[in-house]
């Protein structure tokens, strides 16, 4: 109970820490945000302006044609005045100059008449009450809440079905080869991380916009990658290196740690880094690189594992989950001790497995093209996805528990497979 009880001291100190940590962030995000807004405002202003001077030069060049009429009707009519003054002597001129006088004077009134129509050249602007009125109501620029979707809560005892499915599109003008996405997870905003391979990138990507949000280019090709906290993530680099990456509004390479064994598949829970070799061996290190345990046997020194890949995590207790391609669903405890090994005749080549955050996982299978679904028990509540949906060598799987859509990456391919459940 005292370990237990130090354990949650320390838990809630971290929180305490992030907690602090997530208020100045937002505070930045809030800052942020009118500055969108300003910018947003300026351009309605830069485009009324636009639409004025189109107005006024519009207006502007009626008016100038309209003088010049004007101008040019005065002319003749100083030339019919000369023209008479002229003939006073002569009075045959004389009546040939009136005659050609008194056409002016008809023309000059027709002109006269379209010309006397304007009697106002000021341009007006009506500005839109929606806006205004929509401004005026709001109190806030939107809402504060506490996010927890860490925390497990009622449990779901049914199996999920498919609602519809997206293509996520995640090539990038800048990529030289078609996408290679390992391992893919949640950020704490609802955005999905994703580990180019082909192209040395992490990418980040909008699941609201189905869109490419931002990448950063990695040193070596990248694997797994995890959220470490709301700001931080870490990538499996196949030069046996975790890379740490910032999250900020352009994603950028910060630390790393250089380690002595293959990286492949890569979690974080409790500021613990879980790391798989897609061999026999499950790693443990804290943050800063410290090697705290070495899972490799199981109670009667039997190899665990085989063709490891990706971990998840328990909603309700401290259990592991390690998929691997010949094992199945391999469970451990805490300490690392082996508390069983899950097969599924309908899972072939076990390699995603992630949670939902009410107690049930989601295990890919590489071979059979499919996602099943088991409870917390590890019995197999149905098959969530299926080839005939067009799946393909799914490599791994995340769950985002506030859209309820599970995202699936694919070998090879330069899309993501985004599924909305019900």
């Not at 009075?91 to 040939?96: G, M, N, P, R, S």
């Not at 002109?111 to 106002?120: G, H, Y």
């Not at 665990?304 to 401290?318: C, Q």
Request: charged share 25%; aromatic share 6%.
């Amino acid at each position: 109970m005292k370990i237990k009880m130090e354990k949650i001291m320390k838990t809630r100190q971290r929180l305490i820490e992030d907690l602090k940590k997530s208020k100045t962030e937002v505070v930045m995000a809030i800052k942020d945000f009118r500055k969108d807004m300003e910018t947003i405002i300026e351009q309605l202003e830069k485009e009324s302006i636009k639409e004025l001077e189109m107005k006024f030069i519009e207006e502007e060049s009626k008016l100038q044609e309209e003088k010049k009429k004007a101008e040019t009707e005065l002319d003749g009519l100083k030339q019919a005045v000369n023209n008479l003054k002229k003939s006073e002597r002569n009075k045959a001129q004389q009546f040939v100059s009136m005659k050609m006088s008194l056409k002016s004077i008809a023309k000059t009134e027709d002109a006269s008449c379209s010309l006397q129509t304007r009697v106002d050249a000021s341009i007006s602007f009506s500005f839109d009450p929606a806006i205004l009125k929509f401004l005026q109501k709001l109190k806030t620029f939107g809402s504060v809440r506490h996010d927890s979707t860490t925390v497990f809560r009622s449990p779901r005892t049914t199996a999920y079905s498919v609602k519809y499915i997206e293509n996520l599109k995640i090539s990038g003008q800048n990529d030289n080869k078609t996408c290679l996405l390992y391992g893919s997870c949640i950020t704490e905003d609802g955005s999905v991380l994703l580990a180019d391979y082909n192209n040395k990138k992490i990418k980040r990507a909008d699941i609201v916009k189905m869109s490419l949000t931002d990448y950063c280019c990695v040193p070596a090709e990248p694997y797994g990658v995890c959220c470490t906290s709301k700001i931080e993530a870490a990538v499996c680099l196949n030069n046996n290196t975790i890379q740490f990456v910032s999250l900020g509004k352009q994603m950028t390479t910060i630390q790393q740690i250089k380690l002595n064994h293959v990286c492949f598949g890569i979690s974080c829970n409790d500021d613990q880094l879980y790391i798989t070799d897609n061999g026999r061996l499950l790693y443990i290190y804290d943050l800063t690189g410290n090697m705290l345990q070495k899972v490799t046997q199981d109670n009667v020194g039997l190899n665990l594992f085989s063709t490891n890949r990706y971990v998840a995590f328990s909603d309700i207790n401290d259990e592991v989950f390690v998929a691997g391609w010949d094992k199945g669903l391999v469970i451990i405890d805490g300490q690392g001790k082996h508390c069983q090994t899950l097969t599924y005749s309908e899972l072939q080549g076990a390699s995603g497995v992630c949670t939902d955050r009410k107690g049930n996982l989601f295990v890919s299978g590489y071979i059979s093209n499919n996602v099943i679904q088991t409870g917390r028990d590890g019995k197999k509540m149905g098959v969530v996805v299926k080839s005939s949906d067009g799946l393909v060598c799914p490599d791994s799987v995340c769950f985002d528990p506030r859209q309820c859509k599970l995202l699936i990456t694919q070998y090879k391919k330069d899309t993501v497979k985004v599924i909305s459940l019900h």
